[in-house]
């Protein structure tokens, strides 16, 4: 998939916010959302309740949101995980007939999605918790075990630890101990980052967040 991977190499930057290190990079924010077309019309059908899907599925959006009610943030994140992992993956051109499409949540339930699609029904599951959207990025990667090829996950930070929910992965786990991922932007609703990639950390033992006692 695109996830506009070429575009932002020629965009302005600025000064990047102060937060662990994504996946060995460092980051510098972007001038406004504006550049990210896909995403500025997902924020906009999903504030209006729009969906272009027959059934939008509020249904199960309602009950996935209320099953993170009450929880801490670590079970938050395994919660909402496992929930949107359950779906299945369709490729946009075959949903939608597009080469990139990106869903709402509630287009997301209804039809299942891609990778972008994943992160971006977390990252509004998390925000409906009440997990500040300014501890949480989608981010586009290439990951470098697979020829560079794009993907997209959610990262939330915690307690000083990023964590990552990636529909490719059961677990929740530090996003620094996945090796194979070289970010090229982050995005939010409120501003984006671009990445320029380092040295790769070290492979560590694969860990995940605690149990709920």
Known sequence: ???????VASLPLAEGRLY???FGSQE???PDL???P???SMLSRWRKGACEAPDCAVAAWDAITASLLGKDRAAQLRTVNAAFNQRRYVGDARNWGRDDYWETPYEFLARNGDCEDYAIAKFMALKAAGVPSSEMRIV???NMALGGEG?????????GTAYLLDNQIKDVVPADLVTAYQPVYS???QAWWRHRNGQMPEIKPAQVLPASP
């Open 1 to 7: 998939m695109a996830l506009l991977l070429g575009t």
């Open 20 to 22: 662990p290190s994504l």
């Open 28 to 30: 510098f924010q972007g």
């Open 34 to 36: 504006g550049k990210f």
């Open 38 to 40: 896909k995403w500025v």
């Open 140 to 142: 586009a990667v290439r």
């Open 151 to 159: 993907h997209a996950v959610l990262v939330v930070y915690d307690g």
């Open 187 to 189: 995005i939010n609703d």
